[in-house]
């Protein structure tokens, strides 16, 4: 009888188990843009402009001592505001990083 159970158990289990999984992985869905994605300036600058203004705000962030909430926080600030301020001025891009000797 316990035999049964544990049967009726596992095979339950597993049916909900492969019914679900199709529905984690369909290809066909997408996740809900943001509504100020079209007005994000950050977003449509280029990779080393975005790379030199994060870590722009983060130097700042830390010299804060911001964690956290408030350090997510403060750097979208900043970075939206820099993103803001890049639009008008170009940001130099970063300096190479030299290549470390094997």
């Known amino acids: 009888m316990r035999f049964t159970a544990r049967a009726a158990i596992a095979a339950i289990a597993m049916a909900t188990l492969s019914a679900a999984g199709p529905a984690r992985s369909q290809p066909g869905l997408t996740l809900p ?3 100020d994605a079209a007005t994000d300036k950050f977003a449509t600058l280029d990779k080393a402009t975005r790379r030199t203004i994060s870590i722009a705000c983060s130097k700042e962030a830390d010299e804060q001592g911001l964690k956290g909430k408030a350090r997510g926080k403060f750097r979208s600030a900043c970075k939206r ?3 803001a301020a890049a639009a008008t001025t170009p940001v130099p891009a ?4 030299p290549d470390k000797p094997k």
């Open 81 to 83: 505001n820099k993103a």
């Open 94 to 97: 970063p300096l190479p990083t």
């Open 33 to 35: 843009s943001r509504p």
